[in-house]
């Protein structure tokens, strides 16, 4: 089995038929073997009697499985412990995915053995009658995952959880030795960031990424997320990560309980200016975006906080990633681990 394309999905019976009609579209030639599986995690309405009516004419095996704990990141588990294919490409209930995309990815993956994850140009794609908001590329794109990098390769480009492609043993083995942390959404709520904590532990394992602009998907908009009350929530949600990812990515260069004290209180600090803006009436447009401003900060604090609660178990995490085996490493890992950044906890 070549590659297994992993869909997990919350609700997604609506969604789901255009999503699959792209995925038996798929060029890939008659000898390379492919599976679906598809995840239903904790879903309330069709979605596993909707899927399995879809798998009597699919063109492939297509497998559904329940995961009846809610979260993203769990179905994932799921996923990467019953996945047969050699390669993997996560794909969401609304990405439509053009036809070389798999034939594409397995191309790149079989050519740089040390490559974990890659992911390709990401467009918008808007029902019928909806329209996008006016600063839809500004304000929304980016936390939607709608991304186009350019018609060039980039190196060490972390790519996007939609339409992401990798190794299953790798992945497979970073579950089962190290872990993760970050749950990432959970049914319609607002986590994010999960493929981001995948990224970084693989980098520091001493793997590489790509953005590979051959794999192109459409990210269908419901009219939900063009919201700013959404956005703004997700916003939040991505900036409570950010502690946590940054202790992955070996950016910081200390532990000091200073340097934590005075990232709290700067929080602290936030926080309070913007809850005595929020009470001001907001005749002055800037003011009007102080509620948002006071929970952004909250979220970060609150962030920091509990990963300073946590900072035994944080370090033990880290810990994993440095004792990882070495099958989980790239065979060029003695030539790169010299050029890994150092972790260090925040």
């Known amino acids: 089995m070549k590659i297994s394309v992993i869909l997990c999905t919350y609700n997604g019976a609506s969604r789901l038929p ?9 060029t890939l030639p008659a000898e390379c073997l492919w599976e679906v599986v598809l995840i239903d995690n904790a879903s309330t309405d069709d979605t596993a009697v909707v899927a399995r009516q879809i798998a009597t004419n699919f063109p492939v095996p ?3 499985l329940h995961e009846p704990k809610p979260g993203k990141a769990n179905a994932l588990h799921t ?49 019928v009658g909806v329209t996008p908001p006016a600063d839809f590329d500004r304000r929304y794109s980016q936390l939607l995952a709608c991304n186009d990098r350019g018609s060039e390769v980039i190196w060490n480009s972390i790519p996007p959880g939609a339409g992401q492609m990798g190794r299953v043993a790798l ?35 001493g793997w590489r990424s790509a953005h590979v ?19 703004d929530a997700l916003q939040c949600a ?10 992955l990515e070996g950016k910081e260069t200390g532990t000091s ?48 906080l509990a990963l300073l609660k946590s900072r035994q178990r944080a370090m033990a995490y880290v ?11 790239p065979q060029s890992h003695g030539a790169t681990k010299a050029h890994q950044s150092t972790m260090a906890f925040v």
């Open 18 to 26: 255009a999503t699959l009609e792209k995925l038996a579209a798929q």
């Open 62 to 64: 297509l497998r559904v």
């Open 79 to 127: 996923a990467f412990r019953e996945a047969a294919g050699e390669y993997y490409c996560v794909v969401d209930d609304d990405n439509l995915l053009e036809s070389e995309y798999l034939t594409q990815g397995i191309l790149f993956l079989d050519q740089h053995s040390d490559v974990a994850l890659i992911g390709g140009r990401t467009f918008p794609a808007f029902p």
């Open 171 to 205: 992945m497979r083995g970073i579950y089962e030795h190290i872990g993760t942390w970050l749950s990432d959404r959970v049914g319609d709520g607002f986590g994010c960031c999960e493929d981001l904590e995948k990224a970084f532990v693989c980098r520091q394992l």
């Open 213 to 231: 602009p051959q794999l192109r998907l459409h990210h269908l908009m419901s009219p939900r997320r063009l919201t700013g009350d959404y956005i």
């Open 238 to 247: 991505a900036l409570a990560t950010i502690p946590w990812l940054l202790t």
């Open 257 to 304: 309980w200073l340097r934590n004290a005075l990232r709290i209180l700067s929080d602290i600090f936030q926080v309070g200016k913007y809850a005595l803006l929020s009470a001001v009436p907001p005749f002055h447009r800037r003011l009007k975006r102080a509620p948002f401003c006071r929970k952004m900060y909250g979220s970060r604090l609150a962030a920091r």
């Open 319 to 329: 810990a994993r990633i440095h004792a990882a085996p070495i099958c989980l490493r």
